[in-house]
C-alpha cells in the first residue's frame, strides 16, 4: 500500500459525460501528479500540483482540468469525454526534495475509466 | 527534450534464469534521476529504485540489480534467480532535477516479463 488512496476504483460512462476522478496523497506529500495510462500511448504526465498550485503541465487536453484543494487531496475533471478517453489515470504524490532533487513518486492504485 | 527507450517489449524466461532489462535515456540536464517502477497484473505501480545522474554506483537488492552507465546513457536492471511473482510491466522513468518542487515522470514504454514455472 503507497498511502495514496484513489476513487473510484472504476468508472463506466457514455461519451459526451463529465467525470470527476479524487486523489489523495501520502500525509505530508505537498505534490500531486496525475498520469494517463492507455494502450496507445503509454504512461503520459498530465498535470502537477503543489501545495495548491499548478505546477506543471504535460499532455493534458483542453477537457481536462485538474485542483489541489487546501487539504492537498486533488481532483482531476475530464469533460465531453470520448471513447479515446478510455485509459487507467494514476494519481502519485511524493515528498519534496528540499533545496533541489526529484524524489519518487508513490503511486495510488488507478482509476479506470472506460467510455461508451 | 526527455525521452526513455526500452527496446525489449517482451521477455519470457524459466523460472530462475537471470533476466536484464535494458532502459536507454536521452536528456541534456546535467543533473537527473532515473527511476524503476513495477506493474504487477493487479495494476498498481511500485516504486523499485531512485538513482541521481552524480551516482554511478551499481546496487543491489536482494535479487535485483542496477546498472548505472552514464557513457552509454543506460540503466539497466537485472533480475537474479527469477521468480513467477517477478511476472510484471516494468517501467523505467527519468525526470529532471527542479528546485523547491518534483519534476515529472517520463516513462519508458515497459518491458513485459512473463516467468514461466
Given at each position: 500500500d503507497s498511502g495514496v488512496t484513489q476513487t473510484p476504483k472504476h468508472l463506466i460512462t457514455a461519451t459526451g459525460q463529465r467525470v470527476t476522478l479524487r486523489c489523495s496523497p501520502r500525509s505530508g506529500d505537498l505534490s500531486v501528479y496525475w498520469y494517463q495510462q492507455s494502450l496507445d500511448q503509454g504512461l503520459q504526465f498530465l498535470i502537477q500540483y503543489y501545495n495548491g498550485e499548478e505546477r506543471a503541465k504535460g499532455n493534458?487536453?483542453?477537457r481536462f482540468s485538474a485542483q489541489q484543494f487546501p487539504d492537498l487531496h486533488s481532483e482531476l475533471n475530464l469533460s465531453?469525454?470520448?471513447?479515446?478517453?478510455?485509459a487507467l489515470y494514476f494519481c502519485a504524490s511524493s515528498v519534496q526534495p528540499g533545496t533541489s532533487g526529484s524524489n519518487e513518486q508513490f503511486f495510488g492504485p488507478g482509476t479506470r475509466l472506460t467510455v461508451l | 527534450a526527455q525521452k526513455v527507450t526500452q527496446a525489449q517489449t517482451e521477455i519470457s524466461v524459466v523460472e530462475k534464469e537471470d533476466v536484464t532489462l535494458d532502459c536507454v535515456y536521452e536528456t541534456r540536464d546535467t543533473t537527473y534521476y532515473l527511476f524503476w517502477y513495477k506493474q504487477p497484473p493487479s495494476g498498481e505501480l511500485v516504486f523499485l529504485i531512485r538513482r541521481n545522474s552524480f551516482d554511478e554506483q551499481n546496487e543491489i537488492s536482494g535479487r535485483y540489480s542496477w546498472n548505472f552507465q552514464k557513457s552509454t546513457s543506460s540503466f539497466n536492471f537485472t533480475i537474479t534467480?527469477?521468480?513467477?511473482?517477478?511476472s510484471a510491466v516494468y517501467f523505467c522513468a527519468l525526470s529532471e532535477s527542479y528546485t523547491g518542487a518534483n519534476s515529472k515522470l517520463t516513462f519508458g514504454k515497459g518491458i513485459t516479463l512473463s516467468v514461466r514455472p
Open positions: 493534458i487536453l483542453e465531453s469525454l470520448e471513447l479515446g478517453d478510455s | 534467480a527469477s521468480q513467477v511473482v517477478d
